[in-house]
């Protein structure tokens, strides 16, 4: 017996291409606002230093002595921090050159691109025992701290402390401290003189600490209870400090500087935070999104997620 055959349907393809170009907006619609969702973030300060500090809400350079901060215009232009030495004693004095911006907000991300004209005198024949101050010296850094020279409470930051310190401090070092306790002081074998983008993500529950592309952090804290929750102040210095003592309590003292400048070239410095998408897809938990797209021929499609 034959089967009849099912007459062929008309379609209308001015239907079809329009429902393919509904579709198509929509996926586009959805991955152009899935993306600037992501990419949506608060900006507290964001300065590339064109030949002057362009963003007006850094509270001042600071500048003792011998410090001073100066501003490039070579393309694309840095802020100039430096320690024109000679300079010593006595009387000893505190010599820096420091750029601040106060009561940033707790769960900050800070990005930092900066280059140091030495290796703060851990390239220094006789380093660590008698090292030759013509290599660096003092103290230098970049992050957030709560302004307490003397005890400090609450700090992440980068830090770099001269041989002439002691063991407890020097080196170069990232520091996260939180209710005067070190939770983090993790050495980082890097080259000052280069220039590095260094990154701090900082939120209520996480650190996670990141230098140039890293995907994966040279360094965290998962505890909530180590992560500071107060407004820190955001620096970034050159100074004559020696430190000595240990961890439990310390002396700062002050260097003479050799005939030398002794500086930090800041490419840019930027305080934000990251404003994550509060209305993505809710995703099964297969990890795939069912979307109707009422495509005429397509039908319900599954876009797997990468």
Not at 101 to 129: C, H, K
Not at 167 to 193: E, K, S
Request: aromatic residues 12%.
């Amino acid at each position: 017996m034959c089967k009849r055959k099912r007459p062929l349907e008309r379609r209308d393809p001015h239907s079809a291409v329009s429902s393919l170009a509904a579709g198509v907006l929509f996926l586009s619609s959805l991955a152009l606002g899935l993306a600037g969702s992501a990419a949506a973030e608060e900006v507290f300060l964001e300065d590339h230093f064109p030949g002057y500090a362009e963003d007006a809400s850094w509270d001042y350079a600071w500048n003792r002595g011998i410090g001073s901060t100066t501003f490039d215009a070579t393309s694309p232009g840095f802020a100039h921090l430096n320690l024109a030495g000679p300079w010593s004693g006595p009387p000893p004095e505190y010599q820096n050159a420091e750029i601040i911006r106060y009561s940033v907000p707790a769960y900050r991300d800070f990005e930092v691109r900066l280059r140091n004209s030495n290796n703060n005198g851990w390239d220094a024949p006789g380093a660590p025992g008698t090292p030759d101050p013509s290599y660096g010296l003092g103290s230098r850094g970049w992050g957030f701290w709560d302004g307490n020279t003397s005890a400090v409470q609450d700090a992440i930051w980068f830090t770099s402390i001269s041989p002439d310190s002691s063991p407890a401090f020097r080196g170069t070092r990232i520091f996260v401290v939180h209710g005067g306790l070190p939770v983090v002081m993790q050495d980082l074998n890097i080259d000052l003189t280069e220039w590095h983008t260094y990154r701090i993500q900082w939120r209520a529950d996480y650190i996670g600490v990141f230098i140039d592309d890293m995907v994966t952090p040279v360094a965290e804290v998962s505890d909530p209870s180590d992560v500071p929750s107060t407004g820190l102040t955001f620096t970034i210095w050159v100074d004559n400090y020696i430190m000595t003592g240990d961890l439990g309590g310390y002396t700062l003292g002050y260097l003479d500087v050799p005939a030398m400048d002794q500086y930090i070239d800041v490419d840019y410095a930027k305080i934000y935070l990251a404003d994550l998408p509060s209305s993505l897809p809710v995703l099964p938990p297969s990890g795939h999104l069912w979307l109707s797209l009422g495509l005429t021929g397509i039908g319900l499609r599954r876009l797997s997620r990468r």
